[in-house]
């Protein structure tokens, strides 16, 4: 493939941006070479500046669950535009996805919009230690909240991706009221639940991690969580900015039967705008600003734009059923690559859950951050250029896991199974 017109771009894009880049991952660090980039997109395909076509398995990190340019959203978008792009007032719209997205998720009465999956993430730790008058908060090793403070400690994602799991920049201060967890070992929250009694307000989770490459919870972890935050006034806050919307319409939820007080959004909620929102019940959510004394705003939240985006694609979700479409489809491409990695004798473990997975090229089950890092680099990297070499594109670093679109046909996830073939053989 030739990516001359993306080289270019990418030397010229360097003098003056950092990197090159508006967000870490997108600058192929991780796996060597040049940045791809791209010029337009429909459907499950991507169209870069040199002219090739590539298969789309990150859809904008999850967002883009029903292919590309969408044609309900992409008309809500446009008819919104001419009438005005940003009021900074209250419009009729918000209160429409309001409505929609808490009749479809489980547990919550009211939502606050904001523009990104970090905000969500910020302000629901906020709303939780406002409402418990308690300053510590439980995350996971390998789990990903945004970029805020507070959760660069131990992070998934671009952080581990680039080996700045701790950033500087982050406050000792700060950092001494993040405690640090193990994903998928409930004795190892107990003991800092018991180490720190009654100061802590939430924990915060991926309740299907997907920042450390895809990993679902155990058998039983969620429910213990559940549990020990109810005997100890802790809130569990579920981060469903990539499970939201995405594993089912009340999102992790409801597929796997547990109640979150707080739960966060982003990616599937704005269409593809810059959207994120946190939810929960009123009671708690009554504790925000005006109603209540936790501050928390944004010149641009609930933008008209963005809100059509949003809303356009949560009526499009709440009929239908995309969300077995995309697991069946998940499910083959699974089976497929498995087959192929198998027969060729290439060291691997697939983890997979409804429309999220990822090949992890490591030997054992892949459950938190310690088995997630063991995966080979090299393998990956070869695994990344071989398959971009032959239109298919996937995230760029090994702690992502894939999101499939609806778009993709099987005769799309047929050529994917074949170019792994092709790239092991
Ligand atoms: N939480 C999770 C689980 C995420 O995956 C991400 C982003 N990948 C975020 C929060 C942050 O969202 P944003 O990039 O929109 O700020």
Redesign the pocket.
Known sequence: MIYKRSSALFAEAEKVIPGGVNSPVRAFKAVGGTPVFVKEAKGAYLYDEDGNQLIDYIAS?GPMILGHAHKPVVDAVIDKAKKGTSFGMPTEIETKIAELAVSMVPNIDKIRFVN???EA?MSAVRLARGYTNKDKIIKFAGC???HSDSFLIQAG?GAVTFGSPNSPGVTQGTAKDTLLAKYNDLANVEALIEANKNEIACIII?PVA??MGCIPPKAGFLEGLRQLCDANNILLVF?E??TGFRLAKGGAQELLGIKADIV?F?KVIGGGLPV?AFAAKAEIMDHLAPLGPVYQAGTLSGNPLAMAAGLAMLEELNTGDVFSSLAKKTEYLHKGIAEVLERLKVTHTINRLGSMMSVHFSEGQVVDFETSAKGNNETFKTFFHGMLNQGVYLAPSAFESWFLNDALSYEDLDKTIAACEAVFS
């Open positions: 990190w990104s999956g970090t993430c990903y909240h945004g994602s991926e997907g920042n981060d900015v990539m966060c982003g994120g």
